[in-house]
Nanobody
Framework: QVQLVESGGGLVQAGGSLRFSCAAS????????MGWFRQAPGKEREFVAA????????YYGGSMRGRFTISRDNAKNAVYLQMNSLKPEDTAVYYC?????????????????WGQGTQVTVSS
């Protein structure tokens, strides 16, 4: 069992930056691929980024590549998402998630545990 708690959301102007943190409970954090998803009002949950168990390999959704950076610290049971050059279309609730699969997955159903989500609003 893994419990995930996100922090770091808020209101930011277009072009600005935000950094999310996701704190995980449990001693098995390093055995999970970690991911970030987002969901805007009226839209499906969208894959943002994922990171391998060791943190050496990362994977990004198309519109996020080059602007967002995912990282993790297994010693601290934490995963992070640095978001730069934010756009109004990045406005959404952002979720941290953990997957027990051995390969990267971009679908929400591939993730076993979820945080409660944190709101990001990007103003133009």
């Amino acid at each position: 069992q893994v419990q995930l708690v996100e922090s770091g959301g808020g209101l930011v102007q277009a072009g600005g930056s935000l950094r999310f943190s996701c704190a995980a409970s449990g001693r098995t954090f390093s055995t999970y691929i970690m991911g970030w998803f987002r969901q805007a009002p009226g839209k499906e949950r969208e894959f943002v980024a994922a990171i391998s168990r060791t943190g050496q390999i990362t994977y990004y959704g198309g519109s996020m590549r080059g602007r967002f950076t995912i990282s993790r610290d297994n010693a601290k049971n934490a995963v992070y998402l640095q978001m730069n050059s934010l756009k109004p279309e990045d406005t959404a609730v952002y979720y941290c998630a953990a997957s027990s699969l051995s390969v990267f997955a971009t679908t929400p159903s591939s993730y076993d545990y979820w945080g409660q989500g944190t709101q990001v609003t990007v103003s133009s």
